[in-house]
Nanobody, 119 residues
Framework: QVQLVESGGGLVQAGGSLRLSCAAS????????MGWYRQPPGKQRELVAS???????NYADSVKGRFTISRDNAENTVYLQMNSLKPEDTAVYLCNARKVIGGRTIGYWGQGTQVTVSS
């Protein structure tokens, strides 16, 4: 099992910045990738950014150039630096950890943290 705890959400004005943190614990030795997803009110969950164990990153087109995902292996923590925030970035942001074992993908989720961007 992998436990994920997010922090850093809050209320910010458009154009502002926030940094989200996701602290991982438990059976993390075989985690292949971690990522941030978001779920706006009344909409489906979508991938925001991900980072693999080899530090390959991937971003949704809507956040490229504004958000940066990074990891601190010593602290078992993944960060999402969000700059130039827009009202449409308002959502619950959830941390995800993925393991691929024997061809089977196993995903773990945090409880989520609310990000609200006011116009």
């Amino acid at each position: 099992q992998v436990q994920l705890v997010e922090s850093g959400g809050g209320l910010v004005q458009a154009g502002g910045s926030l940094r989200l943190s996701c602290a991982a614990s438990g059976s993390i030795f075989s985690v292949n990738a971690m990522g941030w997803y978001r779920q706006p009110p009344g909409k489906q969950r979508e991938l925001v950014a991900s980072i693999t164990s080899g530090d390959t990153t991937n971003y949704a087109d809507s956040v490229k150039g504004r958000f940066t995902i990074s990891r601190d292996n010593a602290e078992n923590t993944v960060y999402l630096q969000m700059n130039s925030l827009k009202p449409e970035d308002t959502a619950v942001y959830l941390c995800n950890a993925r393991k691929v074992i024997g061809g089977r993908t196993i995903g773990y989720w945090g409880q989520g943290t609310q990000v609200t961007v006011s116009s």
